[in-house]
């Protein structure tokens, strides 16, 4: 069987797009009240949106985005701990 190349772009980018929704939006659910409330994505959520991107190889180049900076910048160590490490 032949892969349709269209359907298969269509799926990539329809799933893209529901991630990206899900990181804008969060997910909305119903409270205990019956009340709508809108939640942030939970830590599985988060997980699948990074897998997503490691398993399509995407990545950053260093400095080239300011979200990503910042969010390095945050962070409680700052990559020196691998300096003197082999490359793999």
Known sequence: MKTDSKALASLFDAFAG???KLITDGKTVMDKE??????SPDAASLNVI???????NTTVAPNTNKVVN???SSLPFDGSEHDDQPRH
Do not use: W
């Open 70 to 72: 910042d969010i390095a």
């Open 34 to 39: 019956g009340e709508i409330v809108r939640l």
């Open 18 to 20: 529901e991630l990206q």
């Open 50 to 56: 990074r897998q997503f991107l490691k398993d399509t």
